[in-house]
């Protein structure tokens, strides 16, 4: 096969991971938006519903080992995302002892396990804004089970904090115990509802809201991450396309050259057999 052929089925290869370099980078920038816009909501209502358990009296957590949720990445082109949070994990369950571990991303299963970690329970990570209730829903309902039955006491959760396109940090966001403000008058308790079962239902809906938020975040994180590398793929794309094309007309040059010397070779030779 000659170069130039060599050199026209890399460029068409070369075109065809642009077009994917491309669509992810369109495609998390669109996640990347729609995980941010609804953040400054998701916090004022986490905030409201944190200061109304002020007037609900104390949390009681029951004595039972801490937990852990882990918000961890399934896709690629992250680069060393998963690892990080992992050892953020490993590092607080050092800190809080062996109890319940849940891990979101099949990525980091295998990281845990190097480590001796065996996850209670592994979900699919989030990747979009849309797919959060779904996520969400069952995982507080499980929570909240473990923790009506005693194996389950704190609760914190492992996640990436935004700090700009392609920066992100990992955080430990404590849920459980809820910490009410300590600045929220009291009001009368009301005798149409049983304050028990009002606090299981705030907790519940403050559990989510905190879920929500972090989960935000991390998505946030994780797809702007994601962007700094597919701009980076498509320029180093860029350059060897363009490397490549040059390469590919130095070669259709030195090919014509050699028809061209050719050609007048072959006429010279012509033009002497004729003389003799």
């Known amino acids: 096969m000659s170069r130039e052929r060599v050199l026209q089925r890399r ?5 065809t ?8 980078r ?9 995980a941010r816009a609804p953040l400054a909501s998701v916090r004022t209502y986490r905030d409201e519903v944190q200061r109304f358990l002020a007037v609900l009296g104390e949390s009681q957590v029951p004595e039972a080992p801490a937990g852990i949720v882990l918000v961890a990445a399934d896709l690629g082109l992250v680069g060393d995302y998963t690892s990080r949070l992992v050892q ?46 779904g996520l ?49 008058p009291p009001i009368a308790v009301s ?15 403050y559990l989510y ?15 702007g991450k994601r962007l700094v590398t597919t701009e980076s793929a498509r320029s180093w794309l860029d350059e060897r396309t363009a ?13 014509s050259t050699q028809e061209v010397l050719e050609v007048v070779s072959t006429s010279r030779a012509t033009r002497r057999q004729a003389t003799r």
């Open 88 to 133: 953020e994990s490993l590092a607080l369950r050092e800190q809080t002892g062996p109890g319940p571990f849940v891990c979101l991303g099949h990525r980091s299963v295998s990281m845990l396990s190097k480590a001796g970690v065996e996850p209670t329970s592994v979900q699919p990570s989030p990747t979009s804004v849309a797919g959060l209730t």
């Open 209 to 223: 809201a905190s879920l929500y938020e972090t989960m935000l975040e991390a998505l946030a994180s994780e797809h």
């Open 191 to 205: 005798p149409y509802c049983n304050a028990t079962h009002l606090r299981l239902v705030v907790v519940r809906e």
């Open 17 to 24: 991971l642009q077009e994917a370099v491309g669509a992810l």
């Open 136 to 184: 969400l829903l069952p995982l507080v309902d499980t929570l909240l089970s473990l923790q009506r039955r005693g194996e389950l006491g704190a609760l914190w959760i492992v996640a990436a904090r935004f700090e700009g396109a392609g920066e992100y940090t990992p955080m430990r966001v404590s849920v459980l115990p809820v910490a009410a403000p300590v600045d929220t």
């Open 26 to 34: 369109s495609l998390s920038a669109q996640h990347f938006r729609a």
């Open 243 to 255: 490397a490549t094309r040059r390469l590919a007309a130095a070669i259709r040059r030195e090919n």
């Open 11 to 15: 460029l068409r290869t070369l075109g």
